[in-house]
């Protein structure tokens, strides 16, 4: 199981955390990094799976978007004050290792919580150093994080060492490119043709024709058809533009992962022109 731990809240930072575990397993591989989604099969103890994943880790990626501090249960409570919540439990046992390195990593402009905000066993917390993920830098953000990881876990750091090997590097790169452009093109892509429920009760109808989508969201209220546009899907991600139906100029964009066995859409999308970045996350009626 993998080194690399990714903890996150569903409500609040799934889209982000899937992101992540995307863009580290291109730089270290699929299995040095855990996501509990992703990587625990089904009918497996969840307690049992994650404590076996916290042992062999020796990096644990806290995701914190801006509901993670106050995400309540349905009681009300706050859940990192509940001594049996999953991301209090992870993060505890990270911090009380002297071999596991935490990183909090900051998405939706959130800001690092202290140590009055935090339970006394995860105030240490608050004394390590974050990182800032912003979609607008998200490749060099990337980056940044995983050089850190990869100081931590002794990997080699990704330059080159002189003309030759730069230039047989980028030969080998523009390879690989065209391998996987034309294996994903000559590939069967996944199917999502059909409804697509979002968490409010609106939903998106998907017709499909090879990797082109036409693209209708319902709104939940109206039951009419209040946003359209396209989408294309390149590999195992879907880019999508909608428009809304009865407003010139105003649009969403993003780009969502296929997840879930191609029953889950998720990802960040922007609202245009007033540039609001939200989570958006669809599952497969």
């Known amino acids: 199981m993998g080194s690399i731990f990714v903890s996150y809240r569903r409500e609040?930072?799934?889209g982000f955390a899937g992101r992540i575990e995307a863009d580290l397993q291109r730089r270290f591989g699929p299995?040095?990094?855990?996501?509990?989604?992703?990587?625990?099969?089904?009918?497996?103890?969840?307690v049992q799976g994650l404590q076996r994943a916290l042992r062999n880790c020796r990096v644990l990626v806290v995701v914190v978007s801006k509901t993670w501090l106050n995400a309540a249960a349905a009681g009300g409570a706050r859940?990192?004050?509940?001594?049996?919540?999953?991301?209090?439990?992870?993060?505890?046992?990270?911090?009380?290792?002297?071999?596991?390195?935490?990183?909090?990593?900051?998405?939706?402009?959130?800001?690092?919580?202290?140590?009055?905000?935090?339970?006394?066993?995860?105030?240490?917390l608050a004394r390590r150093q974050a990182l800032e993920l912003a979609d607008s830098r998200w490749d060099y953000d990337m980056s940044r994080l995983a050089d850190n990881i990869a100081a931590t876990l002794g990997h080699?750091?990704?330059?080159?060492?002189g003309k030759r090997r730069v230039v047989l590097a980028a030969a080998a790169v523009?390879?690989?490119?065209?391998?996987?452009?034309?294996?994903?093109?000559?590939?069967?892509?996944?199917?999502?043709?059909?409804?697509w429920d979002l968490p409010n009760g609106s939903y998106w109808s998907i017709r499909q024709s090879g990797r082109e989508l036409t693209i209708q969201e319902v709104h939940y209220e109206s039951r009419q058809v209040w946003?359209?546009?396209?989408?294309?899907?390149?590999g195992d991600f879907v880019d999508f533009k909608l428009g809304l139906v009865f407003e010139t100029g105003a649009s969403t964009e993003g780009r969502l992962r296929i997840t879930d066995g191609g029953r889950r859409l998720e990802g960040v999308a922007t609202t245009l022109p007033r540039n609001i970045r939200d989570e958006l996350v669809l599952s497969r009626r």
């Open 227 to 234: 946003k359209t546009g396209h989408g294309s899907i390149d």
């Open 12 to 14: 609040g930072g799934s």
């Open 174 to 195: 523009v390879l690989a490119v065209a391998a996987v452009a034309g294996w994903r093109y000559l590939s069967r892509p996944p199917d999502l043709d059909g409804t």
């Open 156 to 161: 080699p750091r990704q330059l080159g060492v």
């Open 79 to 124: 859940r990192l004050d509940d001594p049996r919540d999953f991301v209090r439990q992870e993060i505890a046992a990270a911090l009380a290792r002297d071999d596991v390195h935490v990183i909090p990593v900051l998405v939706e402009g959130a800001r690092m919580p202290s140590e009055a905000d935090l339970p006394d066993e995860l105030k240490p």
């Open 31 to 46: 299995d040095e990094v855990f996501r509990d989604v992703d990587d625990l099969a089904s009918g497996e103890d969840f």
